[in-house]
Every structure is written in C-alpha cells, then in structure tokens.
C-alpha cells in the first residue's frame, strides 16, 4: 500500500484566524491563556481535516505563532541574553525576539529576519552566543504531539534539523557552528528520544539547506553532525526532508546514512530523479517523493505525475514510496472553498492546500490502479489541462517577439542624468524620503470596506483616498521630508491593485499565505497573457502632486516583483511573463511622466526572492530575463524623470553588478536590521546607483531616537559619499501606527539635518 505525505500544512487558519488571535494579543486585547486556547482548537480542526483526507503523514509542530526556526531556537535554548534579561514569560520573550520589545522591562530589537531560501516566506536569523546553553528548552513539540494523540492521531512532528539551524545562524562570540556541534546532537537526541517515549514513530527534520551549493566542509559537518545523532536513535524513526531543489553535492552521502526516510523535491529538484537513477536508494528507506508542487496553485498534472511515480518505482520499491508534496503546502492558501466569487470555469484549474490532499489521495488511488485508463479520475484530468489552451492573447505574444535590444536601454547614460537630475530637483545633500506607503489605519480600511459592500459610491471612496492624501502630504511637509509620496491609502496590496488593472490576472477572495509573523499576503494569480487595461496611478499620483512644490514620487510595482508575489503560469517561461508585464508598467511610468511626476519608483521588493538557490543557475534562469524585464519598464522616460527602486532586504551584495544594472538612479533598501554591512561591499564594487540604506527598521513598533539615527547616518558616511546618500526607512509604513511614524520620521529627518550642517 502506497502512503501519503505532506511536508507541512499551512498554519495560519483559513480565514487568518491566528493572525487575528496574536494581533489581538499584541494589542493587549486578548490574554495569553485565550490566544493559547485559540491556537488550540485551530490545530484540532486542521488535524482532523487531514485525517478525513486519508492522508497517512499528518504532520505536527508545523503549527508556529511566528516561525519555525524561531521555534527551534527557543526550543534548543538559543536565546540571547537581552531577550532573556528581560524577564518576560516564555511566549513573550519568544515574541520580543520576534519583533523586538519596547516597554517596562527593556528596550531591545528584533532578530533579523530573511527570506526563507527561494520563497516569500520569512524566517528569524537565530544568533548564537558563545555562553548559549543549548538543552531541550521548550515544550512545544511534545506538547502539540500529545494533543493530537488524544486526538486519535499519531502525529509525525517536524523539527527544523540541526545542519539547516546551525549553517542559518549568526554567531556573536568567538564559538563557531563546529563549536556547537555536540551540544546540538545532545539536544536533537534528547528531544527525538523523548517524542519516541511519547509514542510518535517518525520525525521529520526539515534540511533545506541540503539544497543549496554545498563546499566539503558542508558535506563533513553535516555527515558528522548525523552519524553521531543516528548512533544515538532509538525506537524513532527519523525522516530527512529536503526540499526547494535537489541533494546534488551530497546524494551518495545522504543516501548512506542510517535514516529510515529521505524526502526529496521531484518538483524544483531537476537533478532528484538523475540522482536516484544513478544512485538508487541504499538500505530499506522510504522514499518521501515530493512529487505534487506545494508552492503552486494549479491543478495536479495526474499523468505527468504518473508517468514521474512509476520512473521512481524503478529505483525504489513501490511500497517504500510516499507520495508527497514537494515542500510544506505553508506557501500556498488553505482552501477554494472560500473563494465563492471565482467562475468554474478558472477555479477548477486550481488546487490550494486542503485540494492538495485530495489530489494525494486520488494519485494513491491511480498509482495502484491495475487499468488507469479507465480510471474516470484521470480522464477528467486531462480533458481540463486541455482546455486551459483556448486562452491566448496573441497580440501581447507578438508585441514580446518584436522586442529589440535599444527597448532595454535608457539614455542618456547614468552619469549623464545624474548631474541633469541633481539640477532639475534641486534637493539638499541627504535628501529625505519615505518607501512609500503610510499606515493603514482603521479610517483607511473602512474606507475600502464600505466601497466592497457598495456602502459608499466609488466617487465618495476616491474623495476620502484623496482626503489622506492631502492631510499626509501635508504631515510630510511639516516633517520637513524633501521627496514626498502620496502615502498608497488606495492599495490594500502592491501587488494585486495593479494586478486588478491586467487582463490575464485572477483575484481571489481568502487565498492568503504567510509571509511573516501575523503579515499574509493574497498573491493574484496569472491565468493568462497581461495586457494594461487603463491607467493605474496616475490620478492620485497627478493629484499628491498637485498639492505641493516638493517632488511627489509616483509609486509603482516592478515586474519582476509581480511576477514573483503571484503564483504564475506553468504554461508559459517567466521570461515571458515578465516581459509582458514590464510592457503594462511601461505604459504607467510614461503616463506618469506626461502628467508632471518628476520622481517614479518602481519597487522590485521581490528581486532577490526567486534568485535561484544555485550559483550556476542565477543568471541563465533568472538574472538574464528579470533585470532585463526591469529595464523593460523605465527605459523610456526622459533624463530629467528620477527612477527610483526599492528592495526588502540588503543581502544583494553577490549580485551588485546586476543590480546597478538595473539601471535605476537611486535605489532604497532595508539595512538597519542588518547593521549596514552591505555599505562596504556598495563602496568596494563602486555601486554606481544613488542609495537609502533604510535606518529604520519598519517591521518593529520601536521608536528609534535623533541620536540614532543620527549614528547610523554618520556610519553610512563613513564608506559612501554624501552625494550618493539618501535617508529613509527600511520599507513601506503601512503596518505601523501613526504616532510611532510621525515620531520616528520626525527623528529621522532632525537627524539628517543634523548631519548636513556638518558636512
Ligand atoms: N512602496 C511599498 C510600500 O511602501 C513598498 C513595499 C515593500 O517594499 N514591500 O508599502
Ligand atoms: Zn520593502
């Protein structure tokens, strides 16, 4: 009998209950013992869900009020000493590392936070002090094993593994990862014999790092860390789980080792099944075969799927396969039964989480099947991948095709337009900005709910938009900042509102994944070929700037970063994709110059998110089309239009070369979480792009002081040249509240003030 699997199931509840519970219980709303007992009954539901799929692996601990690898810190005692000397109980220390904490008991920062390998999703950076004392700490994976059990359901439990923990952490003293080494063993080996006590038979530790490019000193720690943890099992049976691509530099190793399961990704892993051919799979292990994609949406190509299955079934023993997903179904939404308003006709395309299970269940039933072919279930499967075909706007196909290389290219050339630029804006040395988007208030979110439920005519919604606009611009004023924006009241996503202005885009109602903490994101989907329907911005944008003399920075969306916070085709290459979106923001960028928008950023948040996870990969399968695509889209405004981009997240510094390739005129970037390390490599390279290293760290209610801010400033200077500098916040303010902006950006702004008298 053929079992099912899934790496993890999402967590946030399919109407974001637990975003809701925690929020509340930010806001002092709620107490611990609710906001537990919430998390509680969610938990129920979802297990019993997936038992009433027939799934065989349901997974545990996969369930986080934050993150997984914060949970694994805090359950292996990996906690600095300025969480810990704050005095908090155990769920609010874990949350002051999570998001940092203001308050009676202290003052201290979040622990940073990056992107998890190739996805949207994002993980805690745990740090390692040299005096960390690293022991069973927490009680969450045994605790929510027990719950299930008395459930009825034997659960296997996941854990973050040790080699992934160690090779993501940072460390703060003298003590390395190799340091470390046993008192991790002793602490996995503790925990594994303790949910053997409790009963469970597998354990899952997710490797994810097992897909990266990996040195020999990778390949010996890891085998080091897990001959010796593996000597010590007992009774526990221990599945590897990788996932995000394949095991290439350490298959043989990985099959060689004494693990009663290995999970591979058939999806994302081009080499998996290469592997397994020339390989095999050593000793009596089951195979955790992720063959249906856990990060897309779309239906389960069931023959391809098949066809895939019985190749492996070569390789391994049929029984010893586990049909899976290829990694934890956490990026893609709960379920299509919240989506009431999506036609038939696109929704029985998709498969979200819950409709996964399904598929698993019906790929079990045809893989054993003695006669497929008549098999209704797999009929019907390709009869619907067929009809997907008759959708193509051929127009937009043909507009790609007759691209040619001076489409891409803005002149006149950077140092040219710098010196024009600098002279047509007039702005002080340092000049002041803000990402773009101001907080989201109640007020704002009325608003947008009164317009759905027709309480209010779109005329009324667009006066009360234009309203926030005129009262910010003037807060903007009187904070003294140089380069305003209109402050994005309009945009519920930065994604989905220009998204809705494309044909070929779909919207969904509750399809929310995780992004971090308590924040989800609704990713559109692209169904078909893009095309600008009408002008997006240019109202407010043209209004914003009506209201003031000071530059308005018109705000938009880069293709690359649409392309990426959507789930996309699988039908056509990204390259195409990106193409024909950068084509519908051209349009907007070139209506927003002829209606006197002097300063246009085009945000590529998402650029470094689907950088692959290979070296050898990045520019063939990605780079060459996505920087391109970006150029794409601001290539044809004049010299006197300022192009600016934005990024979350500082660690481009392998790809700098690329991103001064953009071409962009000033670039802004989170980096005050991440102590400004990327300065240095900006002056090493000669990182030609004007830059806003943000000096506020947005993701945190904390305030941060002139002085400060005023450091960081001064640190900047230490490396880049006054003229290059631009000062900001890490990212958009949209999440925060009004009193912790104005007080902060006031800070801000005196602080470069400050600093340009000395200058
Ligand atoms: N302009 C966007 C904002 O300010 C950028 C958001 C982002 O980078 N994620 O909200
Ligand atoms: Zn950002």
Redo the contacts with the bound molecule.
């Keep these: 009998m053929t079992k099912t699997s899934v790496v993890g199931f999402p967590r946030i509840g399919a109407q974001r209950e637990l975003k809701f519970w925690t929020e509340s219980y930010f806001k002092g709303r709620i107490g611990a013992e609710e906001l537990l007992e919430n998390a509680k009954s969610l938990r129920k539901d979802q297990w019993l869900l997936q038992k009433k799929s027939g799934l065989d692996f349901i997974p545990s601990n996969d369930f986080s009020f934050y993150d997984g690898v914060l949970d694994t810190a805090a359950l292996v005692g990996a906690v600095p000493a300025e969480y810990r000397a704050l005095g908090l109980s155990a769920l609010d220390t874990y949350f002051a590392m999570a998001r940092g904490y203001q308050g009676e008991n202290g003052d201290v920062k979040a622990l940073s936070m990056k992107k998890w390998f190739n996805t949207n999703y994002h993980y805690i950076v745990p740090v390692l002090e040299d005096d960390a004392e690293i022991k069973i700490s927490g009680g969450k994976p045994f605790e929510l094993f027990a719950e299930a059990l008395e459930l009825g359901i034997k659960t296997k439990p996941i854990i973050v593994g040790p080699f992934t923990f160690l090779k993501l952490a940072v460390y703060r003293g003298a003590k390395t990862k190799e340091d470390f080494a046993q008192e991790f063993i002793a602490a996995y080996s503790d925990i594994l014999a303790k949910l053997g006590e409790m009963g469970a038979e597998w354990v899952q530790l997710d490797e994810p790092y097992l897909v990266t490019d990996l040195d020999k000193a990778d390949i010996e720690f890891f085998t080091g860390l897990y001959k010796k943890l593996l000597a010590k099992k007992d009774g526990v049976k221990i599945l590897l789980q990788t996932y995000f691509g394949d095991v290439r530099d350490i298959y043989s190793e990985l099959a060689a080792l004494d693990f009663d399961g290995i999970g591979l990704d058939f999806t994302e892993g081009k080499k998996s099944l290469e592997f397994l051919r020339a390989n095999g799979l050593p000793g009596e292990k089951l195979l955790f075969a992720g063959v249906l994609n856990g990060k897309n949406i779309w239906r389960n190509d069931y023959s391809k799927t098949l066809a895939l299955l019985d190749e492996i079934k070569k390789y391994v023993p049929e029984e010893n396969i586990v049909i899976s997903s290829s990694c934890s179904l956490l990026h893609v939404p709960y379920s299509l039964d919240s989506e009431t308003k999506l036609d038939e006709k696109y929704k029985r395309h998709f498969a979200f989480a819950r409709e996964k299970l399904g598929e698993l269940e019906d790929l079990k039933k045809l893989f054993e099947s003695g006669v497929r072919s008549e098999e209704k279930k797999l009929r019907d499967n390709i009869n619907l991948l067929d009809a997907k075909k008759q959708f193509a706007d051929r127009e937009i196909s043909g507009k790609i095709a007759a691209l040619t290389e001076k489409d891409f290219i803005r002149l006149p050339a950077f140092a040219e337009r710098e010196k024009i630029q600098k002279e047509a804006l007039a702005l002080p040395p340092l000049p002041t900005t803000t ?3 101001f907080p989201q208030t109640g007020e704002v979110q009325t608003l947008r709910t009164k317009l759905r439920k027709k309480e209010i005519t779109p005329e009324e919604y667009k006066n009360g938009v234009k309203a926030k606009i005129a009262e910010w611009i003037e807060i903007q004023e009187n904070l003294g900042i140089d380069v305003l924006v209109h402050g ?1 009241f309009e945009r519920n996503d ?1 994604v989905e509102y220009f998204g809705e202005n494309f044909s070929g885009c779909l919207f969904t109602q509750k399809a929310w994944v995780q992004s971090y903490g308590t924040r989800c994101v609704k990713p559109p989907i692209i169904w078909g070929d893009i095309r600008r329907e009408r002008p997006i911005t240019v109202e407010y944008g043209a209004y914003a700037q009506s209201l003031t003399d000071r530059p308005v920075k018109g ?1 938009l969306t880069g293709p690359v970063t649409i392309l990426n916070w959507s789930f996309p085709r699988e039908d056509v290459s990204s390259k195409e994709m990106a193409f024909q979106i950068a084509l519908a923001i051209r349009d907007e960028v070139l209506d927003l110059e002829a209606n006197g928008i002097r300063v246009i ?1 085009i ?1 590529e ?1 998402a650029l470094k998110e689907k950088l692959p996870i290979r070296r050898a990969d990045w520019h063939s399968e990605y780079l060459d089309w996505a920087i391109p695509a970006f150029r794409l889209a601001h290539s044809g405004v004049g010299p006197r239009t300022q192009i600016h981009t ?1 990024m ?1 997240y500082s660690e481009f510094a392998e790809i700098v070369k690329d991103i001064d390739a953009m071409d962009a005129d000033v670039i802004s970037f989170e980096a005050s979480r991440s102590n400004l390390e990327i300065v240095d490599v900006l002056r090493r390279e000669g990182f030609r792009t004007e830059v806003g290293p943000g000096i506020y760290d947005i993701h945190s209610p904390r305030i941060p002081s002139e002085g400060e801010f005023e450091g960081a400033i001064r640190r900047i200077l230490e490396k880049l040249s006054a003229d290059k500098v631009w000062i900001n916040p890490d ?2 303010l ?1 999440t925060r509240a009004v009193a912790e902006v104005l007080e902060s950006l006031k800070n801000m702004v005196a602080a470069a003030k400050a600093v340009r008298k000395t200058l």
């Design positions: 990402i773009g988007s994005e930065m705000m950023q945000d948040a934005h979350c990212c958009g949209k």
